[in-house]
């Protein structure tokens, strides 16, 4: 399987057409799109083109966010646009606030995030930017406006930086995808030695996500897509609700 970063991407701004900026890339990066490719996204540049930008000088913080600012230490309209991107608050601490997102998974401050945005006026300590509305829905949209100009079935991930229960540190995960498995069931198959796996599922997106993320990097490398070839899966229809763990079997909650 190989992975290579596409060139040229530029600073996304809101209503940006990302297909058309991804087939440009693609022809720069003299690649070809072909049947089982990948394209995985940084979360940041779909939120930037969707307008999920959010100048934290017209939050009006409710009663709850100023309560919860005072236990995380954290600005209170900062706290109200994670209530509003939430289902539910699970675990609260200083400098995090840990959430149900309204997608369906556990993360921190709802996926909300200061880095990397530059907003169109005022002080830029203001701006934070928003996970999308529907990352699966966006996926799909750019996967098929690049199957109608290139005719090769592809999956497309977006992809964001989570934390784990387990481990420290951040890795990226996808919270969105279209076309591509976000798990591979592996039960009944045989190991190398003839047993039967019994339990084993892998959520190969996630896999995929995290490779796409070391190249991808998290600070100021500028390399928002990965192109992948030889993704060793066959493609199929999906969707994030593959990878949602049901609350009755999630022992952190």
């Known amino acids: 399987m190989i992975l290579t970063p596409l060139v040229g991407i530029p600073l996304v701004q809101p209503g940006d057409d990302l297909p058309a900026i991804i087939q440009k890339s693609l022809k720069d990066s003299a690649i070809t799109l072909e049947d089982g490719d990948v394209l995985v996204l940084a979360q940041k540049i779909v939120s930037k083109a969707e307008g999920r930008l959010v100048n934290l000088t017209q939050v009006i913080p409710s009663e709850q966010a100023r309560q919860l600012a005072e236990i995380v230490q954290k600005d209170e309209r900062f706290i109200e646009l994670v209530l509003l991107e939430s289902n539910s608050i699970l ?6 606030l840990i959430v149900e997102h309204k997608l369906g998974f556990v993360c921190a401050n709802a996926g909300i995030d200061h880095s990397n945005v530059w907003g169109p006026w005022g002080n830029q300590e203001d701006w934070v930017l928003l996970l999308p509305v529907n990352p699966d829905k966006s996926a799909r949209i750019i996967r098929q406006s690049l199957l ?37 069931d592996l039960r009944g198959k045989a190991d190398l030695y003839g047993y039967q796996l019994r339990v084993t599922q892998v959520a190969t997106v996630d896999e995929l996500a995290a490779g796409a993320s070391l190249l991808m990097g998290q600070a100021a490398e500028s390399s928002p897509v990965i192109y992948v070839h030889g993704f060793p899966y066959p493609l199929r229809e999906s969707s994030l609700e593959e990878l949602i763990r049901p609350k009755e079997l999630d022992l952190f909650r």
């Open 91 to 96: 675990r609260t601490r200083p400098g995090t």
């Open 148 to 184: 109608e100009n290139s005719g090769a079935q592809i999956g497309v991930v977006i992809i964001d930086s989570h934390g784990r229960a387990w481990r420290n540190g951040v890795v990226g995960v996808a919270i969105g995808f279209s076309g591509i498995p976000g798990i591979v």
